[in-house]
């Protein structure tokens, strides 16, 4: 990640530090980042003054596409606030996508469980975040029409499961939807489980670094 200063900076130590070549690549790489500024003088005399700094959010985004590979079509605002949540709160970060995915709503941030799959693998991928052998069991069920995911131990997860196979044992030459329908209603809703990730430790002035850029864009935006 770039940071510059308010002050000039010939253009190649400028080219230097944020990695371009000549004033066109210069120029839209500045803006890109967020950075206000001006330049004057010709070819490799040219100077640049940096006139404003970005602010927390231009950075946050700065950071995701130039450093993190995001795609600059991303839409920032949902990925900065699922990483709110995701990196900040160790109850949110190991639950379920569609827990996720509630819980968000909930709280009035519109991501659905596919958006936060992409940037679920997209964390993998970067190695920031890794699945772990342990799993996370919970219930599914639909209360007036609106789906409710509770958690359950291993033993009710298990238990739930054994209460379909033994339906099914006792009538083999029918299909699986009414041992489903037996289990849900003795059980109260489908047992399912999630693997659980953790952040990666190699990367934590990383996690850090990006949950600053998230916490403060927040904290802008809400301070007016």
Known sequence: MIKLDLRDYPIGLLESIINTNGKEATD???????????SNGSGRKRIYTISSLPNSFQQFKSFCVFSLGFSPQTDFVKLRNFLFYFLGNDDFSWRPHEMMEAYLRSEGKGITRQTITTYHKKLEQLELVASVGDFVYYRVRKDCGVQVNEIITKEEYNAAWASFFQWRNSYPDADSRPAYTHMYNEFGGVPRKHIKVEKNGIYIDELNYLFDLVSNSIMEEVSG
């Open 28 to 38: 839209r790489k500045l803006t890109s980042y967020g950075y206000g500024f001006t």
